[in-house]
């Protein structure tokens, strides 16, 4: 009698004591990115690249969580690829990498827990802060990819460029759908906020193409090429001053993923 009542009370309370744990999850992902800046105005969707990556979750009650992850991407854009008459005969593009850290906090819209009756579901917004690594490079008429950022396309000085570790502010949401007590399938979306408008190493104006040269020394020729690529396609349109790029709205990019996570339960029958 005395072991069927200790089990009878660690079922009814099974949903109470997990609902009140605090406990870790571990998780992976895997989607797509798009990107938004003076390449791409708006989020386009022409060139989807692919992203994912790992997180560790600490789950404080049913309704807040603190993540903390770790993402690698690829992003890209081209003016070739645009309708937009000016940035067809600009003819700029890149691409990048980006390694990305964050630190997060979760907000479960439903009190959020598997129980023994049904699985648990919710949607959930995210919100953060992020550190990211970036290395846009463009492909150049000799076949080689080369670093945008060292060739100071913009006329930077050397010493002056861009820095390539930047932070930004992560916005997303989506939904968590358990699959088993300790398995849940989540779907996500988010978007990225930058303070940096060099994602693209497109920002502010052409510069003077003597004054690139004289900066860059042997990579002279490949930095003032890549700097104005319009003689590629049409007539040359980088005169000094004219605009290159649109400073007054910063880069962006944005994932579409979906992930698989482990929860660490720990549950324990009370004292009898």
Avoid at 48 to 63: L, Y
Avoid at 93 to 113: A, D, K, R
Avoid at 148 to 169: D, N, R
Avoid at 227 to 245: A, F, H, L, T
């Amino acid at each position: 009698m005395r072991n069927f009542v200790v089990t009878l009370v660690c079922i009814c309370s099974l949903g109470l004591t997990s609902s009140q744990a605090q406990y870790w999850e571990i998780g992976g992902w895997g989607g797509i990115s798009f990107y938004n800046g003076d390449i791409a105005p708006t989020f386009t969707f022409q060139r989807p690249g692919p992203a994912g990556g790992f997180f560790v979750r600490r789950n404080i009650d049913r309704r807040l969580a603190i993540r903390g992850g770790l993402m690698i991407t690829n992003i890209g854009a081209s003016d070739h690829r645009s309708s937009n008459a000016f940035r067809k005969a600009r003819n700029l593009s890149f691409q990048s990498n980006i390694f990305e850290g964050s630190v997060l906090l979760e907000f479960n819209f439903l009190p959020y827990h598997f129980t023994m009756k049904k699985s648990g579901f919710t949607p959930y917004l995210a919100a953060g802060f992020t550190v990211f690594h970036f290395n846009p490079k463009a492909k150049y008429k000799d076949g080689g990819w080369y670093p945008l950022q060292p060739l100071g396309t913009e006329g930077q000085a050397p010493g002056q460029e861009y820095a390539l570790i930047q932070p930004g502010i992560f916005l997303g949401g989506g939904f968590k759908i358990d699959v088993t007590r300790r398995v849940t399938i989540q779907i996500e979306v988010s978007t990225r906020f930058l303070f940096t408008d060099y994602l693209d190493d497109v920002s502010g104006t052409y510069a003077n193409i003597r004054l690139i040269e004289g900066y860059r020394g042997s990579l002279s020729g490949v930095a003032a090429s890549l700097s104005d690529r319009s003689p590629e396609v049409g007539e040359r349109i980088g005169q000094e001053g004219r605009q290159r790029g649109d400073t007054h709205s910063k880069d962006s990019y944005m994932n579409i993923g979906i992930g698989i996570n482990y929860s660490f339960l720990n549950i324990r029958c009370p004292a009898y």
